[in-house]
């Protein structure tokens, strides 16, 4: 295989972070996660115009509660359509059927499929926050819109069906992936300040420092995450809206996970500081803050990015777990974890198979995050080369 | 050691046959950047009672070669058919079931290593690892294992061999450790022995005694040992024959006198004269020139060619050298050396 | 003493232990009561196995490891200070003129930085030029001085083999213009082709740019050859040191006669019969009394397990030894 002196010189002068990221792209398992990450991320942040209805109770449908998922068709025996069409359901009730709900399809109505219509207002950078007690209550208006990608002329479209109240579960589970990322975020974001703090300063000074910081870390790490969730989960009032909670929920997360990233940094620390370049530049003289600045740093944002990405999966399944038995997020607010709590019934394994939809989506949405994690971690480690 | 060619001739004439034969050995690896050819073309032989040193330098193929013999190469290793390594009439290289690599790992072949710490597991008292690899190879009792195993460290000079028996690994220092595990590898009573850089990391002092135990283990078991290290000093001590490896291939090989007394190829040369010798403290210091090429860069031709100063425009880097004789035992790859056959 | 550039007076280092947070405190004696002068312009070398103390005490002489006891005087054109006492304003001073080479070629280059930046960081930490040009300049000059090609300035160091590495190395001691080197192992991780090619270019350099070398280094062979001057160390004591060609046509000291007959010669020849030392080497922590070497010595008798031999000089020349019966052996 000849190569080209012009890409060995491009290889000799690459920098490190030019390798990884040219590494990471050549590993196909990770692209693909990533490219599915990326997909659902941006679906995520468009939930609102990607939706026809709005996923809280106001966008309920009550003539069809608990209905089956409704996919359009271009064609049946009336002839083939260019725009895409939904039969009409009406309600049927009798004595057939046991007097339970069932839905009949009216194969002669057609209601087709509107493009880009008005719809249920949506809003972005809103945030209306009721601290308890003090007057800080702040309000932002935001923006808000009311376009969405589809809808339908007459009667209502559910392309993953409906729960019990009506509710339209395609926008429910997009609407649940960005409030799950966002809190992941969050959490995330937390545990990471934390863990740079404790961890950078063990992992910097050593000695006895370091000594404190890790039988504090060990502390924490030691109590048992589920009850201490529960308690504080529990602790939390009723009174407090669902963005609050939300807050506070992110919050949680990130002080529980903290640990873990926080020992992650202390070795990153340590190994690095014992290198030789880094007594090279000692014996130039150099202070603490170069070699923090020009050495440490750009070595550990490799690896902390990685650790960044591997840890997500954890903070998203944390908090599905919380919503799940339902000390996290609640009602009104989706998450993942709240629509799987609905799953839950006996009653919906044998009839509405279609509310494990959302199951597929946090599956998913885990698994890309992890092959996404493993290809940067891949791509980032050194053992690698030698 | 005789060449391939002069096999057949020594053969019929010698009452002992060779232990070891290597022919036509091809190894590659199978990498992200490509295939990288690591051993080409090699052919060697030993007999009982016979060292052998291998000698080169990083990316020579030295340590792959004798991997191969023990089928230790990692999993993207290719061995080109064509290649064989006999060990006692059977092809080491067709064997595929761990039973038939069982025969010869640690059975007929042992292998000690550069770092000690490798060899012994770290939880586990070295007197245990050493009976569980007797049992695994020979029919006898716990008990009689263990009186083989205190034997064997008696004999490479460890005190108190009992109580070393009972002890880790990280207890002992770190020349008592290379000898437990030249114990550990000789118990088993191999015929061949691999030993790969094994006093590279120890003090002179400790590494003077490692190789007094070799030689005298080789006396009294009449084992074929193939040396492997870059240090030509040891070499020179320790050594019957000598083969040198550049990228892979063997240069040149033959009696260790004959060959440092009067070295052939250019490699060998240069080698000779960039090392610094104690008894000769005026003699310069002759570096070779350039840089030893990545192996996914292989020159053409001649491997060494880039870096020759006998290099000839047309010829090194077109024609690939074969290893023909330039005497007796002594054979040299190289085009520009005139040899029986030219 | 006029024309020394290093004074090592009767240095000490010890480095305290604890196994963990219950155990009791140990010392290790890493170094103890060294004297050695390093005259200006030589070339002298440390050798020894390990747990001899050389890479501590080289890097005590560096400044870069504490002094538990006695004195390390840099005696500097306008005044001598000691390194074991040392102020701050002193220490930025001696940091331009004293420099490492470190052994791993690999370990000591950082990989995020080109090539130029890592020769040039010196120059930018101690703000010795005033304008990127000039930092251009030197690092240019040093660079060629190294045998670098200038067009590999930009490249990082994953493009390079050990001993272009061990260039770079060498490249970003010397852009200070120091006056005094430590090359600590430097040849150890390189290819024996390669080595020579380091070591020429270490004696090049000498003399172009006038300077100073300690060289630490466990391979006597090496050493013999590039050496003006050896010191042999043992549990970290100086138990030899002698002009090179003295020292190893003629070594004195017990210890240093069975290191020299263990290097393996590269005639096949010359079969040379180690002197075997019984026993393994002591720890540090728990030095054998009177004479370290004592336990392994074969002339061993009682008074060398109760008094300290001193580095003595023999015969008025320039070859010390500390031996108890130098003058029976």
Same mark, same amino acid.
């Given at each position: ?37 990326l ?32 996919? *359009? ?10 725009r ?5 359901? +009406? ?34 950078f ?19 819109? &009311?376009?969405h ?13 409906? &729960? ?13 992936? $960005? ?16 863990s ?33 969730f ?35 940094v ?7 500081r ?14 603490? +803050? ?7 740093l ?32 609640r009602?009104?607010? %989706? ?13 919906v ?12 989506f ?25 | ?11 019929? %004439?010698?009452?002992?046959? %060779? ?10 690896f ?10 080409? %073309? ?31 190469n990692?999993?993207n290793? !290719? ?18 079931? +761990? ?5 010869i790992?640690?059975?007929k ?8 710490m ?18 695994? !190879? ?18 490479v000079?460890?005190?108190?061999a009992?109580k ?12 008592m ?29 400790? =590494?003077?005694q ?9 006396k009294?078991y ?14 020179? =001590? ?30 060998t ?8 010798d104690?008894?000769?403290? &005026? ?19 001649c ?7 006998? $290099? ?6 077109i ?19 005139s040899? $029986?056959?030219? | 003493?006029?024309n020394?550039?290093?004074t ?14 219950f155990?009791k405190k ?22 020894g ?26 005696? &500097? ?27 791993? *070629? ?5 990989p ?44 990082? *160091? ?33 290819d ?20 100073? $070398? ?10 013999? !050859? ?8 043992y ?23 069975a290191?020299?007959?263990s290097?393996p010669?590269?005639?096949p ?10 026993g ?29 031999p ?8 320039? !070859? ?10």
């Open positions: 295989m000849e190569i080209s002196s012009k890409q060995k010189e491009a290889y000799f002068t690459a920098t490190q972070m030019q390798l990884v990221t040219t590494r990471f792209f050549a590993n196909r398992a990770a692209m693909i996660a990533g490219s599915i990450l997909f659902m991320i941006v679906i995520s942040l468009f939930s609102g115009f990607l939706s026809p209805y709005d996923p809280t109770i106001a966008g309920r449908d009550k003539e069809y509660e608990n209905g089956s998922p409704q996919i *359009p068709i271009f064609w049946d025996h009336n002839g083939f359509s260019f895409p069409f939904l039969h009409s359901k +009406t309600k049927y009730r009798g004595a057939d059927t046991n007097f339970r709900w069932v839905y009949k399809v009216d194969t002669e109505n057609r209601r087709y499929i509107t493009f880009f219509p008005k719809g249920w207002e949506y809003k972005y809103a945030y209306n926050i009721n601290l308890p007690g003090k007057n800080l209550d702040f309000r932002i208006p935001g923006l808000t819109f &009311d376009r990608l589809f809808g339908i002329d007459s009667g209502g479209i559910h392309l993953f069906g409906t &729960d019990k109240a009506g509710k339209d579960l395609f926008s429910r589970t997009l609407n649940a992936i $960005y409030i799950s990322l966002a809190v992941g975020t969050l959490g995330v974001f937390i545990s990471f300040v934390l740079l703090i404790i961890g950078g300063i063990a992992g910097y000074y050593g000695g006895w420092i370091d000594g404190l910081c890790q039988m504090f870390t060990d502390a924490v790490r030691t109590i048992p995450p589920i009850p201490l529960m308690c504080l989960a529990a602790f939390a009032p009723d009174t407090w809206s669902s963005e609050l909670r939300f807050f506070f929920i992110a919050t949680l997360l990130g002080f529980i996970g903290w640990p873990t990233l926080a020992r992650r202390r070795t990153h620390l340590l190994t690095e014992s290198q030789e370049y880094i007594l090279a530049a000692k014996l130039c003289g150099a202070s603490s +803050t170069h070699i923090i600045i020009r050495h440490l750009p070595s550990f944002t490799s690896y902390i990015i990685v650790d960044l990405v591997i840890s997500f999966p954890y903070m998203l399944l944390s908090e599905t777990a919380l919503s799940f038995i339902g000390l996290g997020l009602e009104p607010v %989706n998450s993942l974890g709240v629509l799987l709590q609905s799953a839950t019934k006996a009653d394994l044998l009839n509405y198979q279609w509310y494990f939809l959302p199951v597929l946090l599956i998913i949405l885990i698994l890309s995050f992890v092959f996404v994690g493993d290809g940067l971690r891949d791509a980032a480690d050194p053992h690698r080369n030698k | 050691m005789v060449s391939a060619m002069r096999l057949t001739l020594i053969e019929t %004439n010698s009452y002992m046959t %060779n232990l070891l034969e290597i022919k036509n050995l091809n190894v590659e199978d990498t992200d950047e490509g295939r990288i050819l690591a051993v080409n %073309n090699l052919f060697l032989s030993l007999k009982e009672g016979e060292v052998l040193g291998i000698v080169g330098e990083s990316g020579s193929g030295k340590s792959v070669t004798a991997k191969s013999i023990m089928q230790l990692p999993g290793t !290719h061995y080109k058919s064509g290649g064989e390594i006999i060990i006692d009439d059977e092809n080491v290289l067709k064997f595929d079931s +761990t039973k038939d690599l069982k025969k790992r640690g059975g072949v042992s292998m000690i290593f550069q770092e000690p490798a060899s012994f597991a770290p939880a586990i008292k070295i007197g245990h690892q050493m009976v569980e690899q007797l049992l695994l !190879h020979k029919s006898i009792d716990k008990k009689e294992a263990k009186n083989i195993s205190i034997d064997m460290l008696n004999r000079g460890i005190s108190d009992e070393r028996f009972n002890q880790y690994a990280f207890e002992l220092s770190g020349g450790r290379q000898r437990a595990m030249i114990a550990m590898a000789l118990s088993t009573m191999p015929k061949l022995l691999l030993a790969d850089e094994p006093t590279t990391a120890l003090d002179v002092t400790i =590494q003077a490692v190789l007094d135990l070799i030689k005298s283990i080789v009294e009449q084992m074929g040992v193939i040396f492997i290290t870059h240090d030509l000093g040891v070499i020179a =001590q320790t050594a019957d024959y000598v083969a040198v490896m550049y990228l892979g291939c063997v240069v040149e090989s033959g009696p260790v006198r004959e060959i440092i007394k009067n070295p052939k190829h250019p490699y040369i240069g080698l000779l004269e960039a090392l610094p104690v008894n000769n403290l &005026d003699a310069p210091l002759k570096p070779v020139p350039g840089n030893i090429p990545s192996p996914l860069e292989r020159p053409s031709g491997v060494f060619h880039t870096r020759c100063n006998l $290099y000839e425009e047309g010829k090194c880097n024609e690939f050298p074969e290893l023909k004789n330039y005497s007796d035992d002594h054979q040299v790859a190289c085009l520009k050396v040899t $029986y056959e030219q | 003493m006029n020394n550039l290093i090592v007076k009767n240095v000490s280092v010890e480095f305290n232990y604890q196994e963990n947070v155990s140990q010392k290790i004696q890493a170094v103890k009561n060294v004297n050695l002068n390093i005259k200006k312009g030589s070339f002298v070398g440390l050798v196995e390990s747990g001899s103390g050389k890479t501590t005490l080289g890097r005590a002489i560096l400044a870069a490891n504490h002094i538990s006891s006695g004195q390390v005087i840099f005696h &500097d054109e306008k005044n001598d200070y000691d390194l074991a006492n040392i102020s701050k304003k002193d220490l930025k001073d001696y940091r331009k003129k004293a420099q490492l080479i470190f052994q791993d *070629p690999y370990a000591a280059l950082s995020r930085m080109t090539v130029r930046d890592i020769i040039a960081e010196p120059l930018e930490v101690m703000k010795l030029t005033s304008s990127r040009e000039e930092t251009d300049e030197r690092v240019r000059s040093i660079a060629s001085k190294c045998r670098l090609n200038l067009e590999h300035l930009r490249r990082y *160091p994953h493009a390079f083999s050990g001993g272009q590495r061990q260039r770079i190395s060498i490249a970003r001691a010397l852009v200070s213009s120091p006056q005094f080197i430590v090359a600590d192992e430097s040849v150890a991780a390189l024996v082709s390669i080595q020579a090619d380091i070591l020429n270019l270490l004696k090049a350099l000498q003399t172009d740019l006038n300077l100073t $070398y300690l060289f630490i280094s466990h391979d006597l062979s090496v050493v013999a !050859h590039t050496c003006d001057e050896v010191a042999v160390m549990l970290g004591r100086i138990v030899e040191q002698a002009p090179t060609r003295e020292l190893f046509s003629n070594p004195k000291h017990p210890y240093t006669k290191l020299l007959s290097i010669s590269i005639d020849d010359k079969q040379n019969k180690a002197i075997e030392l019984k393994e080497i002591p720890s540090s922590m728990n030095p054998p009394s009177g004479c370290v070497f004592h336990t392994r010595c074969q002339y061993v008798n009682e008074n060398c397990k109760k008094t300290v001193q580095l003595e000089k023999l015969n008025g020349s320039d !070859h010390q030894a500390s031996c108890l019966r130098i003058n029976e052996i």
